[in-house]
C-alpha cells in the first residue's frame, strides 16, 4: 500500500475526453490491460517522452504521428512495453495504430500508442486489435477512475486527481491520471501520465505548460534512479468548456497552476507508491549556487543505495547522507558551511556530527513514514527538492520475480 495514501479520490469528467478499458490477455488473464483514450475534434495535445535512448518502438511512433497530425485517440497497452524490440517493435506499434484507425474510419498518424511492462518481448498485435472492438464500446466520459486502474503494472493503487478553476466566468475542469511504481527517474515525465482540460488552449501554449509543471514534478522524483524506456506525460486541451486561452496572462496562470498541482501530486504518489516503499523522504538542498547543483547533491543522497537502505532500516547512520553530499561532484565545497537536518533535528555542523545531536533524535525523526533530509550547503540562495523513498526487501523481492 502506498505510503500516506489509501484511495483514488473522485475524478471528474473533462468534457471531450471518454475512455474505453478492456482485458486483452496481453500479458495476464483476467485483468484490463488496454485503454483507450478519445479526444473530441479539434483538442490540442502536448507531450514530453523518456529521454532514454533505447526508447520504446511506441514513443518512436507517437512522437512521428504527434508531428504529422491532430491526435483523435490514444492507445495504451500493459503488460508489454515494446521496447528493445527493434524493427518489429515499430511495425507493431504502427499495425495497433492502423487497427484501431480501421474501427473509428481516421488516420493512423491521428492515434497516439503507448505501451508499459515487460521490455524486449515482441508485442501480441493480434490480442490488442481483438480487444479494440470491446474497448471502443465501452467508451464512457466518466471513465478516468477505471483507466487509471487499466494503465497499472506494480502499482498498489490507482493514481489520479481532479481540479477546478474559474476563469471568464466558466468552471474550467483539469483531470490527471498516472501509473508507476518502479523503474522511475522520469527525466521528463513518469511512466505514463494523461492529464486533460477542457480549456482551448494552443498547442504552443500547452507545451509550455507541461513542460513547466514536469520540470516542478515529474522531473524531481526518483524511486531507484533508473529511466524507463516507455516514459511519457500527455497534455490535452479539448476546448469544450467554451473558453479559448490564447496569450499568456492570468487565465493561463490559474490553468498552469492547477495542472502543476496535479502534476505535482501524481509525481508524488509515484514514490509513495514506490516498490516495497515503507517511506517517503523529500530531500531539500538550498543555499546552493544554481539549480544544477542543488539537484545534483539531492539526486546523489536520494539514489544512494546505502542511504535508502538505511533509511527503510529507520537507521540514522547520518555517515551514509554525509559521505553522498560529499560526492556529489560540488566543486569548492567548504564542508564547515554545509549543515544538514533530519527535520528539525540537527545531524551535521561544521563539517562534522552537531555537537547536541542525539542518535535517539534521529532515531525518532527516520521511524515516521514522511520526513524531511534538509541539506543547506551555504554558499548561494538556490533551493531545490526532490521526493524518494527508501529500499525494502520488498523491492528486491518484486523486481526479482518480476517476469516470473
Keep these: ?126 490480442r490488442i486489435v481483438a480487444g479494440l472492438p470491446a474497448a471502443l464500446t465501452a467508451l464512457d466520459a466518466g471513465g478516468w477512475a477505471e ?44 511512466m505514463l501520465s494523461y492529464i486533460a482540460t477542457d480549456a482551448a488552449v494552443s498547442r504552443e501554449l500547452l507545451q509550455e505548460v507541461l513542460d513547466h509543471a514536469l520540470n516542478h514534478s515529474f522531473n524531481r522524483v526518483t524511486v531507484d534512479g533508473d529511466t524507463s524506456t516507455n516514459d511519457a506525460c500527455v497534455l490535452v486541451a479539448t476546448g469544450a468548456a467554451g473558453v479559448t486561452i490564447d496569450a499568456p496572462g492570468a487565465a493561463l496562470e490559474a490553468l498552469g497552476t492547477a495542472i502543476t498541482d496535479i502534476c505535482r501530486f501524481l509525481a508524488q504518489l509515484l514514490i509513495r507508491d514506490g516498490e516495497g516503499a515503507t517511506k517517503f523522504v523529500s530531500v531539500r538542498v538550498g543555499g546552493g549556487r544554481d539549480t544544477d547543483e542543488c539537484l545534483r547533491v539531492a539526486y546523489t543522497v536520494a539514489h544512494s543505495p546505502l542511504v535508502k537502505t538505511a533509511l527503510s532500516a529507520s537507521d540514522p547512520n547520518w555517515g551514509r547522507i554525509l559521505a553522498a553530499v560529499g560526492r556529489a561532484g560540488v566543486e569548492n565545497l567548504v564542508l564547515e558551511d554545509v549543515e544538514i537536518y533530519l527535520d528539525e533535528v540537527c545531524i551535521v555542523r561544521q563539517g562534522a556530527r552537531a555537537a547536541d545531536y542525539t542518535e535517539e533524535q534521529g532515531k525518532r525523526v527516520m521511524s515516521q513514514a514522511d520526513f524531511l533530509i534538509d541539506i543547506r550547503l551555504g554558499r548561494g540562495s538556490v533551493t531545490e527538492t526532490v521526493w524518494t523513498c527508501d529500499f525494502s526487501a520488498e523491492y528486491v523481492r518484486i523486481n526479482a520475480d518480476y517476469r516470473s
Design 147 to 190: 483507466a487509471a486502474h487499466g494503465i497499472m503494472t506494480t502499482d498498489t493503487v490507482a493514481k489520479g486527481l481532479s481540479k477546478q478553476v474559474e476563469i471568464a466566468g466558466k468552471t474550467i475542469t483539469v483531470t490527471g491520471i498516472a501509473k508507476g511504481s518502479g523503474m522511475i527517474r522520469p527525466d521528463m515525465a513518469t
Design 1 to 126: 500500500m502506498a505510503v500516506g495514501y489509501s484511495q483514488l479520490p473522485e475524478l471528474l469528467p473533462v468534457a471531450g475526453i471518454r475512455w474505453g478499458i478492456t482485458q486483452a490477455g496481453v500479458r495476464y488473464k483476467n485483468r484490463r490491460d488496454l485503454v483507450v483514450m478519445e479526444l473530441a475534434s479539434g483538442s490540442t495535445v502536448a507531450a514530453a517522452f523518456t529521454r532514454n535512448a533505447f526508447c520504446a518502438a511506441p514513443v518512436t511512433v507517437a512522437r512521428e504521428h504527434l508531428a504529422a497530425a491532430a491526435p483523435r485517440y490514444l492507445l495504451i497497452n500493459t503488460g508489454n512495453a515494446n521496447a528493445g524490440t527493434g524493427a518489429p517493435g515499430l511495425a507493431a506499434a504502427r499495425e495497433c495504430c492502423a487497427g484501431l484507425a480501421g474501427l473509428t474510419g481516421i488516420g493512423p498518424e491521428q492515434i497516439l500508442p503507448f505501451s508499459t511492462g515487460v521490455i524486449g518481448e515482441p508485442l501480441p498485435v493480434e
